[in-house]
């Protein structure tokens, strides 16, 4: 039994893991499904097989039209394509030539079933929506429309090095793997290679002409063969990893691959570009996680390292590998140090390509102390693809330096003007003082200059000190040993003091950069946590970026109708067009960055980042953007980003919140009125319905007459109460109450609450206490007879015929108190903290009444700035004590005119 219930505790679901898978199946159920036809390359009928596969559905009833197809020219499939509705091509002009493109807008317009786009590959022309056709196919399947396309094997970015590598041609269109990955439906479209080289002698393929040149470069059999193998290796690959998809979804037991993480070393060379793809197709084969690392050291990139690196950074976004950059002196530290915390299983290197005098010494043993250091983690080294003529050159070549020539023209200048100044003196310090001060001069340019300014400088001074300064003056011959060993150390402790100091400076340098921008995040977090409303937190974020980025900025924001709006309350420099407005609403959407330096639209004037949360999308932030951000600017840009995004969602939250919480007070509100006061209403009617109808049926004696008046104008004086005090809850509830305060006479006040009272009170004794010395007291009169009425009215109520209810007023340093007292039962105690609550009404309340009477006793009373409290008398009875805050005159002044 026991066995039993393990087994079940071991394969019940997990509820976190179902709730995320149904929500995955949810999500992927509204958009579109890809069902891609791959080949091994062009030629073996993928157009063919995507039109057949569409006219056997189309047979059953499928809408399916065609979006973009390629027929070259090919009879059978252009026959194929016959019967299918086509979507006129877009023409844009490039160079003066028209170029036609597949039609987004009129597919999205015409919202069919299925359509068909050709070369999913492409690079579409300037001027288009999206820079790649893969682009426009996500945006149909976003629209929940089904796509059918074409793929051959070397358009997979993590393929075309290899495929580089096998024909020799260098395959310029490509698009991520993860648009693979996650089709929904994959159908290999094959052929021997025999077969395929038969089509291109047929001119099936090409014409004769081009069919001879192919064969002779790409199509060549091996070449073919290889494709073919690489084609099939890929999608058996996905084949596995649907499989074990499956079976961990459906929780099936079965000999899973052990949890690899691996990761790739990045640098700033194109060999890294390779890495990335390699470590990309092990990573899939051996079904594990991949990651990234680059790490920054005082190394200072010149503009076409710096390039490379951003390369190599979108490279490997396009693949799907997560990227981090780290900062640190020693590269094999901070790769194992990185491998360590992410707790990855293999580390991917290549082998160190560049041989100069820097590397020989800084990275000579590089692989030797990463193995040594990795522990338990294993070191995959991959091998270099140079040529045999590059190799001596790639030895003998100089470190890249990138400081300019104006540095280096400072530094020599520097040096020489020491020198010459030392030069007057030197026989009075001598020549070894004159070191120190070279050496001095060494270390000062360090701190503003690179390497290579530094070791010119070193090389210099050297040269200078041993011609014009050691004995014999005017040659480079030394005499004495001391003064040659003197003049060795000199340069390596010149040349060592000044590379370690501009490292450091260098270091320093990058590490101020991350420790503003973290600061800069910091202060941010900080000011929106303290910022109230989306008013505020736009005003911050727009000063920020101004600030840390130097960029102008819009935010628009999404109103009640799911509509963008600006939300800048302050006149911006950024206007936008209806053009720009188009892009901002796409970014919106679709919740992908668009416009300047992006591949979407890029002819924009601005650039446009959507305000993604957690939940919901909620805007677009457009910026005044003239170059593009570098990878640390970036990563610095989208974390700033989500921290911004993260607080308006957070406030349109706290608004939601509140909303629902008004919408759930004025239901509750309706549903109490409802209840309580159609007792209410029903009963007056009905007197009023009842005596009215009696007068008018037939005519009764005058003392019976006045009888039914009377009971006419009690129960309209009852509509009445109930209807002002409706009115006076209403206006408590919006808000909009403000006292209209004038100089009373509480004599006054309390005489019109007898009168209007004079029916109910005749039963009762009703003693008044107002001191002699009473002031006129700056009260709003309306209110406080409302409030004085509901009280008295209340003790009527609840306390016995024939006892007393008294009202007593008093007045004390600029306070009024007033004091509302009966001997009837009062109230349990564990009820008196709810009695001003609205629609409360005790457990031995009399039938009838709404319960508020005492919460607009509350309201009116805290209008006035005072409060109320109601409590048990010690002889029983109630007590209600107000007190408000007044100005007060022993007298009105005197008119002008008396």
């Given at each position: 039994?026991n066995?039993?219930m393990?087994?079940?505790?071991d394969?019940?679901?997990?509820?976190?893991?179902?709730?995320a898978?149904?929500?995955?199946?949810?999500?992927?159920?509204?958009?579109?499904?890809?069902?891609?036809?791959?080949g091994?390359c062009?030629?073996v009928?993928?157009?063919?097989t995507?039109l057949q596969?569409?006219q056997?559905?189309k047979?059953?009833?499928?809408d399916i039209?065609?979006g973009?197809?390629?027929?070259?020219?090919r009879?059978?499939?252009?026959e194929?394509?016959?019967g299918?509705?086509?979507?006129?091509?877009?023409?844009?002009?490039?160079k003066s030539?028209?170029?036609y493109?597949?039609?987004?807008?009129?597919?999205l317009a015409?919202?069919p079933?299925v359509?068909l786009?050709?070369?999913?590959?492409?690079?579409?022309?300037?001027?288009?929506?999206?820079?790649?056709r893969?682009?426009d196919v996500q945006?149909?399947?976003e629209?929940?429309?089904?796509?059918?396309?074409t793929?051959?094997?070397?358009?997979l970015?993590s393929?075309s090095?290899t495929?580089?590598?096998?024909?020799?041609?260098?395959?310029?269109e490509?698009?991520?793997?993860?648009?693979?990955?996650?089709?929904?439906?994959?159908e290999v479209?094959?052929?021997?290679?025999?077969e395929?080289l038969?089509?291109?002698s047929?001119g099936?393929?090409?014409?004769p002409?081009?069919?001879k040149e192919?064969?002779?470069?790409f199509f060549?059999?091996?070449?073919?063969t290889a494709?073919r193998?690489?084609?099939?290796r890929?999608?058996?690959d996905?084949v596995?990893?649907?499989l074990?998809?499956?079976?961990?979804q459906k929780?099936?037991?079965?000999?899973?691959?052990s949890g690899?993480?691996l990761?790739?070393?990045?640098?700033?060379?194109?060999?890294?570009?390779?890495?990335?793809r390699?470590?990309k197709?092990l990573s899939?084969?051996m079904?594990?996680?991949l990651?990234?690392v680059?790490v920054?050291?005082?190394h200072?990139l010149?503009?076409?390292?710096r390039?490379?690196?951003?390369?190599n950074i979108n490279?490997?976004?396009q693949?799907?590998?997560?990227f981090?950059?780290?900062?640190?002196?020693?590269v094999?530290?901070?790769?194992?140090?990185?491998?360590q915390k992410e707790n990855?299983?293999h580390?991917i290197?290549?082998?160190?390509r560049?041989?100069?005098?820097?590397?020989?010494?800084r990275?000579?043993n590089?692989?030797?102390?990463l193995?040594?250091y990795s522990?338990?983690?294993d070191v995959?080294?991959?091998?270099?693809?140079?040529?045999?003529?590059?190799k001596f050159?790639?030895?003998?070549?100089?470190?890249s330096?990138?400081?300019n020539i104006r540095?280096y023209?400072?530094?020599?200048?520097?040096?020489?003007?020491?020198?010459?100044?030392c030069?007057?003196i030197?026989?009075l310090?001598g020549y070894?003082?004159?070191?120190?001060?070279?050496?001095?001069?060494?270390?000062?340019?360090?701190?503003?200059?690179?390497?290579?300014?530094i070791?010119?400088?070193s090389?210099?001074?050297?040269?200078i000190?041993?011609f014009f300064?050691?004995?014999?003056?005017f040659?480079?011959?030394?005499?004495?040993?001391?003064d040659?060993?003197?003049?060795a150390?000199?340069?390596i402790?010149?040349?060592?003091?000044?590379v370690?100091?501009?490292?450091?400076?260098?270091?320093e340098?990058?590490?101020?950069i991350r420790?503003?921008r973290t600061?800069a995040l910091?202060q941010?977090?900080r000011e929106l946590?303290?910022?109230m409303g989306?008013?505020e937190?736009?005003?911050?974020?727009?000063?920020?970026?101004?600030?840390?980025?130097n960029?102008?900025s819009?935010l628009?924001?999404?109103?009640?109708v799911?509509?963008?709006?600006?939300a800048?309350?302050e006149?911006s420099?950024?206007s936008?067009?209806?053009?720009?407005?188009?892009?901002a609403?796409?970014?919106?959407?679709?919740?992908?960055?668009?416009?300047?330096h992006t591949?979407?639209l890029?002819?924009c004037?601005?650039t446009?980042?959507p305000l993604?949360?957690?939940q919901?999308?909620l805007?677009v932030?457009?910026?005044?953007q003239?170059?593009p951000?570098?990878q640390g600017e970036?990563?610095?840009w989208?974390?700033f980003?989500?921290?911004?995004?993260?607080?308006?969602?957070r406030?349109?939250?706290?608004?939601m919140?509140?909303?629902?919480?008004?919408?759930n007070?004025?239901?509750?509100l309706y549903?109490?009125?409802?209840n309580?006061?159609?007792h209410e209403?029903?009963?007056?009617?009905a007197?009023?319905?009842?005596?009215?109808d009696t007068?008018?049926m037939q005519?009764?004696?005058?003392?019976?007459?006045k009888k039914?008046f009377?009971?006419?104008?009690?129960?309209?004086?009852?509509?009445n109460?109930l209807?002002?005090?409706?009115?006076?809850?209403?206006?408590l509830e919006?808000?909009r109450?403000?006292p209209?305060?004038?100089?009373?006479?509480?004599h006054?006040?309390v005489?019109k609450?007898t009168?209007?009272?004079?029916q109910e009170?005749q039963?009762f004794?009703?003693p008044i206490?107002?001191?002699?010395?009473?002031?006129?007291v700056?009260?709003?009169f309306g209110l406080?007879?409302?409030?004085?009425?509901?009280l008295v009215?209340n003790a009527?109520?609840?306390?016995p015929?024939?006892?007393?209810?008294?009202?007593?007023f008093?007045f004390?340093?600029?306070?009024l108190?007033?004091?509302?007292?009966?001997?009837g039962?009062?109230?349990?105690e564990?009820?008196?903290?709810?009695v001003f609550?609205?629609?409360?009404?005790?457990?031995?309340a009399k039938a009838?009444?709404t319960?508020?009477g005492?919460?607009?006793?509350?309201?009116?009373?805290e209008?006035h700035?005072?409060t109320?409290?109601a409590?048990?008398?010690?002889n029983g009875?109630?007590?209600?004590?107000?007190?408000?805050?007044?100005?007060s005159?022993?007298?009105l002044p005197?008119?002008p005119?008396?």
């Amino acid at each position: 039994m026991n066995g039993f219930m393990e087994y079940l505790d071991d394969n019940r679901p997990n509820p976190d893991e179902l709730l995320a898978s149904l929500i995955h199946e949810e999500e992927k159920s509204k958009r579109g499904k890809l069902k891609i036809f791959f080949g091994m390359c062009a030629g073996v009928g993928k157009t063919y097989t995507m039109l057949q596969t569409a006219q056997a559905e189309k047979l059953k009833g499928a809408d399916i039209i065609i979006g973009y197809v390629e027929t070259h020219q090919r009879k059978e499939t252009a026959e194929l394509a016959e019967g299918f509705e086509l979507i006129p091509r877009s023409v844009h002009k490039y160079k003066s030539t028209d170029v036609y493109e597949m039609d987004l807008d009129a597919i999205l317009a015409r919202k069919p079933q299925v359509v068909l786009v050709d070369e999913l590959a492409h690079t579409n022309a300037p001027g288009s929506r999206h820079t790649k056709r893969y682009h426009d196919v996500q945006e149909i399947l976003e629209n929940g429309i089904h796509v059918y396309t074409t793929l051959n094997v070397q358009h997979l970015e993590s393929r075309s090095e290899t495929v580089a590598q096998i024909t020799g041609i260098i395959v310029r269109e490509t698009l991520p793997d993860e648009i693979f990955e996650t089709a929904d439906e994959v159908e290999v479209v094959d052929l021997t290679p025999d077969e395929l080289l038969q089509r291109l002698s047929e001119g099936k393929v090409y014409s004769p002409e081009r069919s001879k040149e192919a064969v002779e470069n790409f199509f060549r059999k091996g070449n073919i063969t290889a494709l073919r193998e690489m084609a099939l290796r890929i999608v058996a690959d996905r084949v596995d990893k649907q499989l074990q998809d499956y079976m961990q979804q459906k929780r099936i037991k079965g000999p899973w691959k052990s949890g690899m993480h691996l990761l790739v070393a990045v640098s700033h060379t194109q060999q890294s570009a390779k890495l990335l793809r390699w470590a990309k197709n092990l990573s899939y084969s051996m079904g594990a996680d991949l990651k990234a690392v680059y790490v920054e050291t005082a190394h200072e990139l010149t503009s076409k390292e710096r390039e490379q690196l951003d390369k190599n950074i979108n490279l490997s976004k396009q693949l799907g590998v997560p990227f981090r950059i780290v900062t640190h002196s020693d590269v094999v530290k901070a790769i194992v140090d990185f491998a360590q915390k992410e707790n990855s299983t293999h580390i991917i290197i290549g082998k160190p390509r560049e041989r100069n005098l820097v590397t020989m010494l800084r990275l000579g043993n590089f692989v030797n102390r990463l193995i040594r250091y990795s522990g338990n983690i294993d070191v995959y080294i991959l091998g270099s693809d140079f040529q045999a003529k590059d190799k001596f050159k790639n030895r003998a070549s100089m470190p890249s330096f990138t400081s300019n020539i104006r540095q280096y023209l400072i530094a020599s200048l520097v040096v020489f003007l020491t020198s010459l100044s030392c030069f007057f003196i030197k026989d009075l310090i001598g020549y070894q003082v004159v070191s120190f001060a070279l050496l001095i001069m060494v270390s000062i340019l360090a701190f503003f200059y690179g390497t290579g300014p530094i070791l010119l400088a070193s090389t210099f001074s050297a040269l200078i000190w041993d011609f014009f300064f050691i004995p014999p003056w005017f040659t480079l011959h030394v005499d004495k040993p001391e003064d040659m060993l003197m003049l060795a150390m000199f340069f390596i402790i010149a040349l060592l003091n000044g590379v370690l100091t501009s490292r450091i400076r260098i270091q320093e340098m990058k590490t101020r950069i991350r420790e503003e921008r973290t600061h800069a995040l910091y202060q941010l977090t900080r000011e929106l946590s303290k910022a109230m409303g989306i008013d505020e937190v736009i005003k911050i974020s727009k000063q920020d970026i101004k600030k840390y980025f130097n960029l102008e900025s819009l935010l628009l924001l999404k109103n009640e109708v799911n509509l963008l709006e600006s939300a800048n309350q302050e006149p911006s420099v950024i206007s936008l067009s209806n053009n720009d407005m188009s892009v901002a609403i796409w970014v919106f959407q679709h919740a992908t960055k668009a416009g300047k330096h992006t591949d979407t639209l890029p002819s924009c004037n601005y650039t446009f980042y959507p305000l993604k949360g957690n939940q919901m999308t909620l805007g677009v932030i457009a910026i005044e953007q003239h170059k593009p951000f570098t990878q640390g600017e970036e990563q610095f840009w989208e974390t700033f980003i989500s921290q911004l995004s993260g607080k308006i969602e957070r406030e349109y939250l706290r608004n939601m919140a509140k909303q629902v919480y008004l919408l759930n007070e004025s239901d509750k509100l309706y549903k109490t009125l409802f209840n309580s006061i159609s007792h209410e209403l029903r009963i007056p009617v009905a007197t009023i319905l009842g005596a009215s109808d009696t007068l008018l049926m037939q005519n009764y004696p005058v003392d019976t007459q006045k009888k039914l008046f009377n009971e006419i104008n009690t129960a309209s004086i009852r509509l009445n109460r109930l209807i002002e005090n409706l009115l006076n809850i209403s206006r408590l509830e919006s808000g909009r109450l403000t006292p209209r305060f004038d100089w009373c006479d509480v004599h006054d006040l309390v005489n019109k609450v007898t009168e209007n009272l004079k029916q109910e009170l005749q039963y009762f004794n009703f003693p008044i206490v107002i001191p002699a010395d009473m002031p006129m007291v700056q009260i709003d009169f309306g209110l406080m007879e409302q409030v004085l009425q509901n009280l008295v009215l209340n003790a009527t109520q609840n306390a016995p015929i024939g006892s007393t209810i008294r009202v007593k007023f008093y007045f004390e340093n600029t306070i009024l108190t007033i004091e509302v007292m009966d001997r009837g039962k009062g109230f349990p105690e564990s009820e008196l903290i709810a009695v001003f609550n609205k629609f409360y009404r005790g457990k031995e309340a009399k039938a009838g009444g709404t319960g508020l009477g005492l919460s607009i006793v509350k309201g009116f009373v805290e209008a006035h700035g005072g409060t109320v409290e109601a409590k048990n008398r010690k002889n029983g009875g109630a007590l209600f004590t107000i007190t408000i805050p007044v100005k007060s005159v022993s007298h009105l002044p005197a008119s002008p005119l008396d």
